[in-house]
């Protein structure tokens, strides 16, 4: 005879889950998900769920979807892992090749994670120590807009300004400069679609003026803020920040992990402005949420 497990009893004895308090599952346990189809997700007790938040923002092609199951099983009969230092492998370098060819122009050169946020942070320490070996080391604070989000790590939520997130974390935080601007739903200067000249961006003008010589990046989400809302912004405003960043000598991150591969209409959001970053991360539709990777571009 099978022992009946209560399964939800045995999650909320072991399990923490991310970005909610454990007091909801008081009030709403998990929901127990069993097998997926498509955009369909399905519980233990076959109730179908519509997974309109593509699993966080990753699931681009469906679940279960049979030409990435029969990738998957192929490669795992090849290779599972490989050290990636003074290792490599075809895949990897397929990758890299095809993406090339598709991302804004001067993204070339690759370094590979495992999730959105060590992307950021690699991005971060790129900028740090390309200034620090090009005679820059006094370049060390980093830029970011109001209400952004670029992770949960440290040094990722040091660039974020959505305190649900940071505010307990505050005391661990970098000192790094965060402007405001791109409230266009409710635009402080009173302009619409129609009428708005990018007025806001004053406020990234004023930042640069005062901190530009020791900021090694500035880090923003491309056409629209996550986190904060689904906040949609103009494509001209990522046109001025390049520029500005042109002008003070500071690198520009274009953070595509939740934006990339399609979810603005074009492969890469910042191709709206038709400008290119000078690095560029990506994750969640890169694999479609098939497995932890991300890549710094």
């Known amino acids: 005879m099978t022992e009946k497990i209560d399964w939800q009893a045995e999650d909320k004895k072991y399990i923490w889950h991310p970005a909610m308090q454990m007091k909801d599952n008081e009030v709403f346990p998990p929901v127990l998900i069993d097998h997926a189809k498509g955009v369909y997700l399905y519980d233990t007790e076959g109730k179908p769920y519509l997974d309109i938040i593509s699993s966080w923002w990753c699931n681009l092609l469906g679940h279960c ?27 990897a370098i397929e990758l890299s090749r095809e993406l090339a060819e598709l991302l804004p122009k001067g993204l070339t050169k690759f370094t590979y994670h495992d999730n959105g946020s060590s992307a950021v942070e690699a991005a971060m320490k790129m900028a740090y120590q ?18 952004s989000y670029h992770g949960e790590t440290i040094g990722a939520l040091s660039v974020g300004s959505m305190d ?45 003026e005062k901190f530009g010589k020791e900021t090694a990046a500035c880090i923003v989400e491309p056409v629209l803020q996550g986190a904060a809302g689904m906040r949609m912004y103009p494509p001209a405003y990522l046109t001025k ?18 934006a990339g591969f399609g979810r603005t209409g074009k492969l890469f959001a910042i191709e709206h402005a038709g400008v290119s970053p000078d690095i560029l991360c990506t994750s969640k539709g890169l694999t479609a949420g098939y497995m932890p990777m991300s890549i710094t571009v």
């Open 241 to 258: 920040l390049r520029a500005l960043c042109d002008k003070y000598g500071v690198l520009l991150i274009d953070d595509e992990i939740a």
């Open 65 to 91: 979807n049979p030409e990435i199951n029969e990738a998957l099983k192929r490669q795992i009969d090849t290779l599972e892992h490989v050290i990636f230092t003074n290792f490599s492998h075809k895949p």
């Open 130 to 147: 390309y200034h620090n070996q090009t005679g820059h080391p006094e370049r060390q604070k980093f830029m970011c807009l109001d209400s």
């Open 164 to 208: 649900d997130y940071a505010g307990i974390f505050h005391p661990l935080l970098m000192d790094n400069i965060h402007f405001k601007g791109l409230d266009c739903y409710r635009c402080p200067y009173g302009k619409t679609r129609e009428t708005c000249n990018i007025e806001c961006f004053e406020s990234a003008e004023e930042a640069f």
